[in-house]
Each structure stands twice: as C-alpha cells, then as structure tokens.
T-cell receptor, first 115, second 114 residues
Framework: EAQVTQNPRYLITVTGKKLTVTCSQN?????MSWYRQDPGLGLRQIYY???????DKGDVPEGYKVSRKEKRNFPLILESPSPNQTSLYFC??????????????FGEGSRLTVL | AQSVTQPDIHITVSEGASLELRCNYS??????LFWYVQSPGQGLQLLLK??????LVQGIKGFEAEFKRSQSSFNLRKPSVHWSDAAEYFC????????????FGSGTRLQVQP
C-alpha cells in the first residue's frame, strides 16, 4: 500500500530534550516536505527536499533540522524543543520535485507537545 | 505579500444543501491551484486541482471548483452535502516564485447538520 508513515504519532516532551520525528514513504517520490499545522494558521512549510542530499528552508525553519540521506526517509529534528514548537506536524511527499503532478501525499500527522 | 485567503473559518450547512467554500489568492500569474480535505485525525487528501484549460474542474467525492481569473478566486462547490463531508478544507497554491512548495490557506471547517 502506498503511504507516508510518520513516527511517533503522539509525543509529550520537555523543553530542551532533543527529539526526532521520522518520515518514510514507499512510493519512490523525489519530493518530501514537513509542515506544521496550528489553529487559524493552516499549514506552514518547515523544510522541503527535492531529492537525496537536497534540502531547503520553507516558511518557518527556525528551531528545526532535516536530512535526506536516503530517498525514502526525511526525518525532522528538533535539537532543543521549546513550547512554541507544540504543534501538529505533517510529512508529505510528491512524485516530482517540480510539483507538476500537483498532488502531495500526507502522513497521518504527529502531535507534539513541549512542556 | 503573496497569499491564499479563505475568508470563512467555519461554515455550517444542512445535509442535502448546496455548499460553496471561498478561496482567493494574490499572485501575479496563474498559480497551480488545489483543494485538500482533512478529515478528523487524518492527513490531507487532494480533492481537485487546476493547472490550465477548462476553468471548471471536477474532483473526487462530487466536488467541483471554478477558477475565475478576474476575481482571483478558486471556490469549491458541491450541489448536495452529505454528513460524511464534515471536515476541514484547505485551498492551496504552488506560486510562481520558484520555491517548490504548496502554500495553504488557513482552512474552513465544515459542519453538517442532520
């Protein structure tokens, strides 16, 4: 089954404790991206990757890191989480980095709470 | 600044009634335009998209949207709403800025009354 898998789905952590949210897709997609969703703000892009070893900042990259060492995986790293990073996070992928197909495939989301 | 606006935060309709969700964008050229739906506890799913050509596009689940260049709008419509359509709906664009990203509106939450 074609899917984007995120882990963990739910996480409560404390300020400053490093964490990683994993994302994996099994569709051989070139493009992967991380978004955060906050009430009233819709989805805002954190980082994206057009292919292996090619990443770039989105609209709200501060406090986050990413890597793309393999085509299927695109982990999101919070080196020192802060309460303002409490949010619902989505990983998404698309067949072509040009987004010409238009369709992003989304994971089910990871709800992160930073105390 | 370039943006996508969904002016309605929350809409309530009765089951069987028609629906129109508004979306306006402010980009110079014609961007790629999309509507996504997010059911409770789920990720987003593509309903339909517009790139060029016929300005009325059909999507899944009986939805359609019309691109109107003069109004910079891409409104989503459905003739008869079902209770299962209750969800949050997001309009999105790929702007002509060179950055590879979908920019989303803030969303419209649809509630369906029996």
């Amino acid at each position: 089954e074609a899917q984007v898998t995120q882990n963990p789905r739910y996480l409560i952590t404390v300020t400053g404790k490093k964490l990683t949210v994993t994302c994996s897709q099994n569709m051989n997609h070139e493009y992967m991206s991380w978004y955060r969703q906050d009430p009233g703000l819709g989805l805002r892009q954190i980082y994206y990757s057009m292919n292996v070893e090619v990443t770039d900042k989105g609209d709200v990259p501060e406090g986050y890191k990413v890597s793309r060492k393999e085509k299927r995986n695109f982990p999101l790293i919070l080196e020192s989480p802060s309460p303002n990073q409490t949010s619902l996070y989505f990983c998404a992928s698309s067949l072509l980095f040009t987004l010409d197909t238009g369709e992003l495939f989304f994971g089910e989301g990871s709800r992160l709470t930073v105390l | 600044a370039q943006s996508v606006t969904q002016p309605d935060i929350h809409i309530t309709v009765s089951e069987g009634a028609s629906l129109e969700l508004r979306c306006n964008y402010s980009y110079g050229a014609t961007p790629y335009l999309f509507w996504y739906v997010q059911s409770p506890g789920q990720g987003l799913q593509l309903l339909l998209k517009y790139f060029s050509g016929d300005t009325l596009v059909q999507g899944i689940k009986g939805f359609e949207a019309e691109f109107k260049r003069s109004q910079s709008s891409f409104n989503l419509r459905k003739p008869s709403v079902h209770w299962s359509d209750a969800a949050e709906y997001f309009c999105a664009v790929v702007p002509d800025t060179g950055r590879r990203a979908l920019t989303f509106g803030s969303g419209t939450r649809l509630q369906v009354q029996p």
